[in-house]
């Protein structure tokens, strides 16, 4: 079947059953549908591939669904599965039925402290968790944060986002986009900006506008607008406590280097006001039953599910969409080297570890389920840094993500080469038959 909105019939490709039109956008539409395998509500996303090309969008719907195959977090509107056809991609999106937080600000006119709070609480989880995964939203605003029936937020549209692996030579992002009210100043200035702290300040006006019913920086005039954002020129009524308004006056901070971080907005006043969420990695805590001892170290590698796989596979490529040959080479890797195992997490750390021995690097723990490997001299661009994160894909099968956390691309390649891949091969699931396909490549997932 070519196009269920098409008009020739309301199933799509005998998975999902479209119904009523939720909304409209740039290059289609968004319909409510029924996925006909489980009976569940979805949102069925339908671009038009003409559109998209004439518009010269391609690579950034290609980016928006690469990085929502990154981000599954109970606060991010989760991206269940894609499928194309010749004219259209159709991506079948979690239903959120609350609407827009825009919308309850629009009829409360503002809300209640606690209230925001708890909103605020799951926007900045749902941050730190893309931003940990070098992904950074670069359009934050009431009108992409929908509720779901229990009224929790869901963040949504990362048509603008953009990867750590996008930035220049200089560390920078440099493309201006976003909506003006919600930007940093530094985006607009033309110089370069960092992405996570851009986003820390969109956070900012959010807890404005959640607090006071109104946006912090409003003028007609564009340029008028940038300079009160450079001045940090806004007022706070006197409705809004003490400590939530020394935290926005620390979110609005003009100077993206004095910005607060998120690590210390977590422990700020306001912020761990009663009952403050998990830190510093602000994701869900199962109950102690289901930690065992409680701590993190015991945690059990993520288990992966369909989606993380494809996203994980040395074969993912958005370009089939579009109907292009896919991209191939070493540089459309990234740079990162993926390979199953079926050695424990405990194993594969103690070959790094070994590769530490003799002071030229230490290994040190990186959230629940990775470490880190950060050079002991300076190189080209500072210290080398290497992250390796574990994933479960069975019970005894780990598939393992290295990628370069710091320092010059460079080096990082000629580590991978001469040191990392030598002291991994013999754990390496299938090392041989990879090798002997690509032996200049890392080896595959099995």
């Known amino acids: 079947m070519e196009d269920a909105a098409e008009g020739k019939t309301n199933v799509l490709q005998g998975r999902y059953e479209l119904g009523r039109v939720l909304g409209h956008g740039n290059f289609g539409r968004v319909h409510a549908a029924r996925d006909l395998r489980t009976g569940r509500g979805v949102a069925v996303k339908v ?8 518009a010269g969008m391609v690579e950034q719907i290609k980016r928006e669904i690469a990085v929502m195959k990154m981000v599954s977090h109970p606060n991010i509107v989760e991206l269940h599965e894609v499928l194309a056809t010749r004219t259209k991609i159709y991506l079948a999106l979690e239903l959120v039925r609350g609407g827009e937080l825009f919308a309850r600000i629009s009829r409360a006119g503002r809300l209640r402290e606690d209230v925001a709070r708890r909103y605020f609480r799951q926007l900045i989880s749902a941050v730190d968790f893309c931003h940990g995964r070098g992904v950074y939203h670069r359009d934050l605003k009431p009108e992409n944060l929908l509720l779901d029936e229990a009224g929790n937020l869901k963040v949504a549209d990362f048509g603008l986002s953009a990867l750590a692996g996008h930035a220049r030579p200089d560390g920078l992002l440099h493309t201006a986009c976003g909506t003006p009210a919600y930007v940093a100043p530094e985006v607009l200035g033309g110089n370069g900006y960092d992405g996570a702290k851009a986003d820390i300040w969109s956070c900012g006006v959010i807890l404005y506008v959640l607090l006071v019913g109104a946006l912090p920086f409003q003028d007609e005039n564009l340029m008028s607008m940038y300079r009160k954002m450079q001045r940090g020129g806004f007022l706070c009524p006197s409705w809004v406590s003490k400590d939530a308004r020394k935290l926005i006056g620390r979110l609005l901070d003009p100077n993206p280097s004095s910005r607060i971080t998120i690590a210390s907005l977590v422990e700020s006043p306001w912020f761990k006001k009663t009952s403050p969420i998990p830190s510093p990695l602000l994701e869900p805590v199962p109950p ?52 199953a195992t079926r050695e424990p997490a405990s194993g594969v750390i103690s070959r790094l570890e070994g590769l530490a021995t003799g002071g030229a690097m230490r290994v040190t723990k990186s959230g629940a389920r990775g470490v880190r490997l950060e050079g002991a001299e300076r190189g080209r661009k ?31 390649r000629s580590f991978c080469s001469d040191e990392l891949r030598p002291a991994l091969k013999d754990i390496v699931w299938a090392a041989a038959a990879a090798a002997a396909a690509s032996p200049g490549d890392p080896p595959a997932p099995a």
């Open 47 to 54: 671009v038009a591939k003409d559109k998209v090309e004439r």
């Open 288 to 339: 102690a039953a289901a930690r065992g001892n409680g701590e993190d170290k015991d945690e059990p590698p993520e288990a992966l599910n369909a989606f993380h796989l494809i996203s994980l596979s040395a074969g993912f490529d958005l370009s089939p969409l579009f109907d292009q040959e896919p991209s191939t080479g070493r540089g459309a890797r990234g740079g990162v080297m993926r390979f």
């Open 382 to 412: 500072g210290r080398l840094g290497v992250a390796a994160e574990f994933f479960s894909v069975a019970p005894s099968v780990l598939v393992v993500d290295v990628k370069k956390d710091g320092g010059d691309t460079m080096e990082y």
